[in-house]
């Protein structure tokens, strides 16, 4: 079955730091890819998405690359704010007969301090 | 305002009761779920509906049971026969997918359930 991987947390960085979360995946045929952002006692917001092979998806600074080659989608942002504290889901997405389903990473929490 | 509202945020139950959780959307979505997230697991699917009057369990429905008579509705019942129920419960909802395109779930704030 489907099934994805993303590196554990916490993760803590300094305002203004390269940030990497690296998710990878297992999947048969052409899955589409996402991230999600859950702020402190909140539900989950889409943050970006990719529907196909090399396909980028961006939002807030965050980037994130389709690479079917290495079968991975790894968060970036070139500098992190402290707003930017909260857990990200890595996740995809595959349409069966039951219709489109998503399959979440167990999530990596980021703490961003002065 | 669309979106999706889940009642109550904090739910205490004693051991043994059932429990029902509210899910609502004025988005027109066709498509509901349910989720259960636990610490360090991540979410994983409890049931999802297509469309009214249809549902389906998900991978871990053990316990769980919902109903769908109308659109914009989706309530989960959490039972005495589920043995470690106290959990975060999201709601999220999508238009219907197809085999083309995805379409984007939106997620509800989520309800804190503990069993006490």
Redesign the interface.
Known sequence: GNSVTQMEGPVTLSEEAFLTINCTYTATGYPSLFWYVQYPGEGLQLLLKATKADDKGSNKGFEATYRKETTSFHLEKGSVQVSDSAVYFCALSQFTGGGNKLTFGTGTQLKVEL | DGG?T?SPKYLFRKEGQNVTLSCEQNLNHD?MYWYRQDP??????IY?S?IVNDF?K?DIAEGYSVSREKKESFPLTVTSAQKNPTAFY?C?S?I????I??????????TRLTVL
């Not at chain 2, 219907?96 to 085999?99: I, V």
């Not at chain 2, 395109?101 to 989520?110: A, D, H, K, L």
């Open positions: 999706i889940q498509a360090g697991q991540g979410l994983r699917l999802y297509q389906q998900g999201l999220a999508s219907q997918g197809n085999f395109s995805y379409n984007e779930q939106f997620f509800g704030p989520g």
